[in-house]
């Protein structure tokens, strides 16, 4: 008998002689969360660790945060089963959605229902506050940057409203729309003035301006989108099989369950810019799907 076989032979002998019955390798792989990196690492891996430690102690399992790149990596990811729970933007969602049948929408905030974007001036473009959607026309010649590819609060309902007022990013200065990657990066690109113009989503500029991140002499915001849905937590079918009967519908009760009565459940909800967590369902993000389609980002 080869060394590793004899091995396993004695351990296993020793945890029967203990009384102690082995742990199916399915029970104690971890539960993996994602989240598309909409905003620097830091402040990413500060939030998600606190709410792993916050799911493991309500589930009873264990729960690992594991970062990703880029939009496209955590839709894969969801995808291939190396991501179980994942949080993301509406398109993104929308995407895994339909690239992993079965997969179950959890939660949103209660910011997402309707959340809405803003656009941002640089004080040397001219630009004044907008008034009206119409008035997106003054942006034509501009240099403009979107956040990521894959946003939706970025990028996809941002242009959606620009083509309503018949404003293409062919339209801007060099013929096309920057992409800086994350919210928090299109700040920084319109504040230094590499950008006259960009578009992100709302909570992430209220967070930037209440933690001193804003010069409001160099950047303003000019005009606000209408609402529409956005984040939610979306599960990979076959959790159930995985932690028991009912477990994902125990991961939506923890998020809905989330109140500001500790520490960590106040730092996790300060971090998504949120008061609580509300229910949601697949149906919320149809108007997503459908522009996603008409601007090419679902097919």
Known sequence: MPVRERLAVVVTGLLFGLGITATPTAAVRPLRIGAIPDQNPERLNRLHGA????????????????PVSNYAAAVSAFRTGSLDLVWF???TGVQARLQTPGAKVVAQRDIDARFTSVFIANSGSGLRPITSQDQLKQLKGKRFTFGSE?????????????????????????????????HDATVALVQSGAYEVGALNEQVWT?????????????????????????HWLARPGLDDRFGTGFTE??????????????????????????SFIPAKASDYDAIANIGRQLGKIR
């Open 150 to 182: 894959s946003s939706t609060s970025g990028r996809l309902m941002p242009e959606h409203f620009l083509r309503q007022a018949a404003v293409t990013p062919r339209d801007f200065a060099g013929g096309r729309g920057g992409f800086s990657g994350s």
């Open 250 to 275: 125990r991961v939506r009760g923890t998020f809905i369950a989330l109140k500001p009565d500790t520490e960590r459940r106040r730092t996790i909800l300060e971090l998504f810019g949120a008061g």
């Open 51 to 66: 709410l792993s430690a916050e799911l493991s102690e309500s589930l009873g399992v264990p729960v690992r945060y594991v």
């Open 207 to 231: 967070s930037q301006v209440k933690d001193g991140r804003v010069d409001s002499s160099k950047v303003k915001v000019i005009w606000r989108t209408p609402p529409y849905a956005d984040y």
């Open 89 to 91: 933007g509406g398109l």
